[in-house]
């Protein structure tokens, strides 16, 4: 069974139509890019699947259970998260208390307002796992909004690395970076993709990234799929060509 | 943690040597500063700006000025009664004011003060109308106890009310609850996508924070022998606003601090004119463009290591 069903998914904003009957499988263990020239939907998309927007039409079906009509912080819950297209992190918390709060809404005891040692240890721990695996350690103390922004945007991974989701969305992981940076990043992130326990869809605009760390590519033009397969595959397709590559392949 | 215990001491230790009159002023002052304190947990930590807090303040003080009038309910029973009940009532309020974010929040808080304002003036059997409650007793009790009926009492039954309050809310904002409510306030979309349910945290430190609110106007009622409508206008609600401001948002002791000036300049002003609000506006401006942080935020960044 695949951990993300996605059923003719549509929405539409009045006559526009932004996405367009998007199906979709992703199985466990699977890194999909979504690729597609500027306003193709693939924002619109992750939106759709962590509930920030509610679509038109169609469903989402997450690790067997439809999802369609739950709000975004409870699909959250489910074991989705996400990074932003546009840097979102808590920017006078230290880089640390940012993961340590997106580590913290795992807990059960996540509100209790009196205490909670046990859930700042907890957290802790798992937050600094996160760091570690992105290599963030040294920054930890430092306030997130004056981080650079490369390490911003992978404490961004990190914070949802530390909520152990089941799917992890990524929303142009490399967005605004240098190119020092996002040869940097991509190899983080290509580390971390490698040892195989986590199952991604992540949004990106560079293609390079896009074939560096996909297993299988989805292409979205003006809302809808219009090719669907390994990077192979897409390299070949002359839809996609014609579309948007360009020919970069 | 340090000064705190050093504001601690030096407030119970200064009954002992201030004139009657000082006693008034610095109870009243306490029952301000925890009045303020209560807004700080929704400003300072959750960013929610109240511009009606004085309806919380308002309530509580009717609240507790009917309980001592017509029932034997001992004084601290019914000022914590007063606060519990303020809080209870506030749920409500909160759910419907977090529909809205930003300025819309705060016009909605406004909104609900005057509707109260404008009840309190109407429901005469309650509030006494424009009258007011007058000859609140300060209720003995449990068994007899009656050492509140003196300026010094009521100081110090104040000062536990604050003393307690304060612990609670420090305890709050350091905890797991208070850590979400830091995350809405830095980013509140990045808080629902990490997963929480920020409109049930934000009612929730709405609740808390007119109960707080609530007690301090519960303890003000009593500690005046009045409730009138005047605690419960829009006037109030600047006011308070501005002693958070001046004192140092997300703070918890700045607020308290910004209660005791307050007070004090209204005091020394008003000897020498009757515009001292005028003046205070003054000392309101400095304050937000040359020390953001407020007094306390410019005595820590003096003492950084005296300094929790």
Redesign the interface.
């Known amino acids: 069974m695949a951990l993300l069903e996605l059923d003719d998914l549509t929405k539409r904003y009045g006559g526009i139509v932004a996405v367009d009957h998007v199906t979709m499988r992703l199985e466990q263990g699977e890194v999909r890019a979504v690729i597609g020239p500027n306003g193709a939907g693939k924002t619109s998309l992750f939106h759709l699947i962590t509930g920030v927007v509610k679509a038109t039409e169609g469903s989402v079906r997450f690790a067997g259970q439809d999802l369609s009509s739950m709000p975004a912080h409870q699909r959250c819950q489910r074991g989705m998260s996400r990074t932003f297209q546009l840097t979102s992190l808590f920017p006078e918390l230290s880089a640390r208390d940012n993961i340590s709060l997106a580590a913290q809404s795992r807990d059960a005891k996540r509100w209790i307002p009196f205490g909670g040692g046990a859930v700042f240890r907890d957290a802790a721990r798992r937050g600094d796992e996160a760091l570690q695996r992105l290599g963030l350690t040294h920054i930890a103390e430092r306030p997130a909004g004056l981080l650079s922004h490369g390490d911003q945007r992978l404490l961004e991974v990190a914070m949802a690395l530390a909520q152990q989701p089941k799917l992890l969305l990524l929303d142009e992981p490399t967005q605004g970076l240098s190119v020092e940076e996002t040869a940097q990043a991509v190899d983080v992130l290509a580390g971390l993709f490698a040892a195989g326990d986590l199952t991604v869809l992540l949004v990106e605009h560079d293609m390079e990234v896009v074939f560096r760390l996909a297993h299988k590519i989805t292409v979205l033009h003006r809302g809808a799929v219009i090719a669907d397969g390994d990077p192979e595959t897409i390299k070949a397709d002359e839809g996609v060509q014609n579309a948007y590559l360009g020919g970069f392949a | 943690m340090r000064f705190p215990l050093a504001v601690a001491v030096v407030l119970a230790l200064l009954p002992l040597g201030l004139p009657p009159y000082a006693m008034t002023l610095l109870t009243e002052a306490l029952i301000l500063g925890l009045f303020a304190m209560s807004l700080d947990l929704m400003v300072g930590y959750a960013r929610l700006i109240s511009f009606g807090h004085a309806a919380a303040y308002g309530f509580g003080a009717y609240a507790s000025g009917n309980f001592l009038l017509h029932t034997s309910m001992p004084l601290p029973c019914a000022v914590l009664l007063s606060g519990l009940l303020g809080g209870v009532v506030a749920i409500p309020v909160g759910w419907v004011c977090t529909q809205a974010r930003g300025i819309s929040f705060s016009m909605l808080t406004l909104a609900y003060a005057q509707l109260l304002y404008a009840v309190a003036f109407k429901w005469t059997a309650v509030t006494g109308a424009s009258d007011g409650l007058a000859g609140i007793p300060r209720n003995p009790g449990p068994f007899g106890v009656t050492w509140w009926d003196t300026k010094a009492g009521f100081y110090y039954l104040t000062f536990a009310y604050l003393a307690c309050a304060f612990l609670l809310c420090r305890?709050?904002v350091?905890?797991?609850?208070?850590?979400?409510l830091?995350?809405i306030r830095?980013?509140e979309?990045?808080?629902?996508?990490?997963?929480?349910?920020?409109r049930?945290?934000k009612i929730?430190i709405v609740a808390?924070s007119y109960g707080f609110a609530g007690l301090a106007g519960a303890l003000y009622a009593p500690f005046a022998g009045f409730a009138n409508t005047e605690l419960l206008f829009w006037l109030l609600s600047g006011q308070v606003l501005i002693m958070v401001i001046v004192g140092g948002t997300g703070t918890l002791i700045g607020p308290i601090i910004g209660a005791i000036f307050f007070l004090y300049v209204q005091q020394k002003l008003s000897n020498y004119t009757d515009s001292w609000a005028l003046f205070f506006g003054v000392i309101f401006i400095a304050v937000v463009l040359f020390m953001p942080e407020g007094i306390w935020g410019l005595l820590r960044s003096r003492f950084p290591r005296r300094a929790a």
């Open positions: 305890d709050l350091r905890s797991p609850f208070g850590a979400v830091r995350g830095e980013n979309a990045k808080t629902i996508a990490l997963g929480y349910n920020t049930r945290y929730a808390i």
